[in-house]
């Protein structure tokens, strides 16, 4: 049976807090535990968020699919709309205010854990080209491997997939791998080790949605019939069946 839209939309909200709390919490605790080492630090705030993503992604997927990320929604709607997969125009709309919404409180969740104002905004400028090309590069990856994945069967692996990625994805990429348009605005609320500052978000959230046309795009080359599994991102539900986005 499909969850109702609003049981959906609260997942989709306390799985995104989640998952900042987690980048922002680590990145807090990394710095203040080892406050001259920035390569240990990101060691850190790396596992801690891939754990944590993987965590979320079980606990929640069986009811909204745990996209937790505006462009993996896009994603699903775009490849299922033909078919009649994957989220509907309403849910998309539905999901990507419940994501930001939900990464803002986690990153004023993680503030506040820290003993640190409420809301603080970021003033650690990312602005730069090669910043960017990161972005595209740790977002197209991601669509591809999602995508991937459900096509060809192996979505319960999605969790431990997703989350290594992710970790991986912090040390190959140039930005650190946000590949998140939630979690990017979400992060600039914190000025800490996880932070961005606001005037940084829209760069990165424009090379993320470029990043989500070139993951579509190798989707269509490599599995062209990738819609019909729109239904089955990210994680099936109990005994097999998959959940079925449309409302």
């Known amino acids: 049976m499909t969850p109702t839209l609003w049981r959906r939309l609260l997942a989709e909200f306390t799985g995104t807090a989640g998952l900042v709390t ?3 919490g680590s990145g807090i605790m990394a710095a203040t535990l080892s406050p001259t ?5 990101l060691l850190q ?10 965590a979320l992604i079980l606990a929640f997927g069986p009811v909204s699919g745990a996209h937790f990320n505006p462009v993996v929604s896009a994603a ?6 033909r078919t009649g997969t994957g989220l509907t125009a309403r849910d998309l709309g539905g999901y990507v205010v419940a994501q930001v919404l939900g990464a803002i409180a986690g990153s004023v969740l993680a503030n506040l854990m820290f003993d640190l104002a409420a809301v603080d905004f970021s003033g650690k400028d990312r602005a730069a080209a090669h910043l960017w090309l990161g972005e595209v590069v740790a977002t197209a990856g991601l669509i591809l491997l999602i995508f ?4 060809s069967g192996r979505v319960p692996v999605a969790p431990a997939a997703v989350g290594a ?11 650190t791998s946000f590949a998140n348009p939630a979690v990017t605005v979400g992060r600039a609320f914190t000025d800490t080790f996880a932070g961005i500052a ?12 470029v990043g989500l046309a070139v993951g579509v795009g190798l989707l269509a080359a490599l599995y062209p019939d990738a819609g019909a599994a729109a239904d089955q991102v990210v994680v099936p539900t109990d005994k097999g069946a998959t959940v079925n986005h449309r409302s």
């Open 22 to 24: 987690a980048v922002v």
């Open 45 to 54: 705030n790396s596992i801690a968020t891939a754990f944590a993503l993987g």
């Open 76 to 81: 699903d709607w775009f490849l299922g709309r």
């Open 165 to 175: 990625y992710i970790g991986a994805a912090y040390w190959f990429t140039s930005s």
């Open 37 to 41: 080492d920035v390569g240990l630090q």
């Open 148 to 151: 991937a994945l459900a096509r």
């Open 198 to 209: 606001p005037t940084s978000v829209p760069g990165f959230v424009v090379a993320q949605l």
